[in-house]
């Protein structure tokens, strides 16, 4: 991500996704909203989202058009422009801290509203995806009944999701991947 204050490059390491027949999705139901709208917008689009009256958080649509569904970063590893991130997030917060939570990642970012709906792989925005590597389930070995090992060594974690609310059984679903 290029910015007013330099270069912020950056692993997605954590996701979660959301489609519109699970009740934790905001266009459950296929029900489109002015605030939920990007969700609709075929596979690769930016829903961004204001929560708890205080955050933003950053997700990628991930459905045809026409169809809710996204993805959630819900961490990422900064490899290039560290004191940028620390600069905005704080000098005193922990390496391991700056980035581990969606709204970490959006103030660590600087993203707001403005990129709501954008191309997420478009490199001529300020903030856009760079997909280098393969699809977590493709060319991968199990090693165990959670754990996966891609054929490029990366190996990952299937998980259910966190810090959803409610109680119904769309909460258990093993949607959340997370880099080991």
């Not at 909203?33 to 950053?58: D, I, K, Q």
């Not at 991930?62 to 819900?74: H, K, T, W």
């Not at 709204?103 to 509203?113: E, M, Q, T, Y």
Request: aromatic fraction near 10%; charge should be positive; proline fraction near 3%.
């Amino acid at each position: 991500m290029s910015t007013t204050g330099g270069l912020i490059t950056a692993v997605i390491n954590e996701t979660e996704a959301y489609t519109y027949y699970d009740k934790s999705c905001h266009g459950y139901g296929n029900k489109q909203s002015e605030r939920n709208a990007p969700l609709f917008l075929a596979a690769g689009r930016w829903y961004v989202y204001f929560t708890y009256g205080m955050h933003y958080c950053a997700n990628i649509s991930a459905e045809p058009e026409g169809m809710a569904g996204g993805v959630l970063i819900r961490g990422l590893t900064v490899t290039h422009g560290l004191p940028l991130v620390k600069a905005r997030r704080g000098a005193k917060i922990k390496d391991n801290q700056l980035t581990n939570g969606p709204a970490k990642i959006c103030k660590a970012l600087n993203i707001d509203k403005s990129f709501n709906g954008s191309l997420a792989t478009d490199s001529n925005t300020s903030l856009h995806l760079n997909f280098t590597a393969h699809f977590p389930c493709c060319h991968s070995e199990q090693l165990d009944d959670f754990t996966f090992k891609r054929s490029d060594g990366l190996i990952y974690k299937i998980t259910p999701r966190i810090g959803l609310g409610g109680n119904h059984e769309d909460i258990n679903r093993l949607w959340r991947f997370v880099i080991a």
